[in-house]
C-alpha cells in the first residue's frame, strides 16, 4: 500500500481525537504515512500538525448534507480525492454529500464508515454514539496492526504550568452548565493557581456578560476567545487541569493526559469523551443538583 486517503467529513474536534487509532492503525500495517482530507471546521491541521504519521494536510468546505443537488461541489470533491491517486481511501463518517465522490472515485479499495449499500445507513451502526461508530468501524477494517492509542504529541517540549482551563460553552450550547456555576468555582480556587483560562467559541462572545467584574479584573483570569486555535492548543498543553461542559476541548484535555473534569446533560449529549480514557471525572446535571456538582470539584481541585 503505497498511498492511503483519510477524508474527514466530521465537523467536531472531539472526532478527530476518536480518529487517532484509525490514523495510527493504517500507518502502522501499511507502514506509509497517511494523507488527510479533512471539513474545514475541525481544525483537523492544527490538532494533527506534530503528528509523524500524517504525510500531508488538506482541508476543504463540506456543504450541506444532500445526495442530489449541487453538483458542481461533489464535482470539486471528486477531483480532489482522485487528484491524490491513492490505493486505498477511508471517509470516516457517511456524508450524503461525499457519496457520488465516493462512489466515483478512482480509488480501487475503498470504504465510507456506516454507509450500507449505495446510499443508505448501516443497521449495525445506526444507534451507536460518533465515537462508537468511528471506533466500530476502524476495529471492523480488520488491520494487521490495531492500536488503541488517542493520544497527541505537544507541540513544544512538555512544559507543565501550575494553570487551569475552564471550557464554559459547547457545540450548539445545549450542553451547557451554567456560567454563575463555573464563577463559583474560580472564585473559590483562582488562589491556587498562576494563570485560570476561561474558554468559548467567539460565537458566544456574550457570556462575558455572565463573568463579573472581579473576575474580568483579575491579572491570573485570561479570557481566550479571541485567542487563535494554535494558541488555545499550546495553553491547553500547559495547563494542570481542565474542567468544563464535554466538548472536543475535553476529549483534547484527554488527549494530552490532563486531569479532567467534564460536566454533561444528558438530555442532550453523553460523555462520548469516555472512549479515550484517562484521568477523567464525569458529572452529570440531569441527575445531580449545581451545589453538590459543585462541592465535589471543589474537593477535587483542593
Known sequence: MNKILVAIPHRGIGDLIYILPLLKSLSKSHNVKIDVLSNLTNKAKYVYKNEDFINSIQEFELDHKNLIFNLNK??????????????????TGRHSSLILPYHLSNVTNKKMFDLFFFNFKDPKTKKLLSCEKIYYNTKDLKLKLFTNNFNLKFSKKKILENNILFNIDSHHGQNNWPVKNFIDIINKIKYKYDKIFINFSPGNASLIKEIPKNILNDMSVILTYQFKFNKILEILQSCEIIVGNESGLICLGLSYDKKVISIYNEKHTQPESSIINGNVR?????????????????EILS
Open 74 to 91: 461533489k464535482f470539486e470533491y471528486l477531483k480532489k480525492i482522485n487528484s491524490y491517486k491513492a490505493d486505498l481511501l477511508i471517509v
Open 282 to 298: 464525569y458529572f452529570n446535571s440531569t441527575k445531580s443538583k449545581d451545589e453538590d456538582i459543585i462541592k465535589d470539584i471543589l
